[in-house]
């Protein structure tokens, strides 16, 4: 979540970019983001992280 600027997702846009991270709550106009594709992209990095150690 601390991704969640609007210059970063301005730039997803234009690169036509699908959002695979939640927005923060404090957000005044939530965004879309697709859960399932979260949580994959979760497993993917701990899975490098474990790798990694």
Same mark, same amino acid.
């Given at each position: &979540? $601390? +991704?969640?600027? =609007?210059? %970063?997702? $301005?730039? #997803? #846009? @234009?690169? %036509?970019? @699908? *959002?695979?991270? !939640? =927005?923060?709550?404090?957000?005044? *106009? !939530? #965004?879309?983001?697709? =859960?399932? /594709? +979260?949580?994959?992209? %979760?497993?993917? @990095?701990?899975?490098? &992280? /474990?790798? /990694?150690?």
């Amino acid at each position: &979540m $601390g +991704y969640d600027l =609007a210059a %970063n997702r $301005g730039q #997803q #846009q @234009e690169a %036509n970019i @699908e *959002t695979a991270i !939640p =927005a923060r709550r404090s957000r005044v *106009t !939530p #965004q879309f983001h697709d =859960a399932a /594709k +979260y949580r994959w992209r %979760n497993l993917v @990095e701990c899975l490098f &992280m /474990k790798l /990694k150690d």
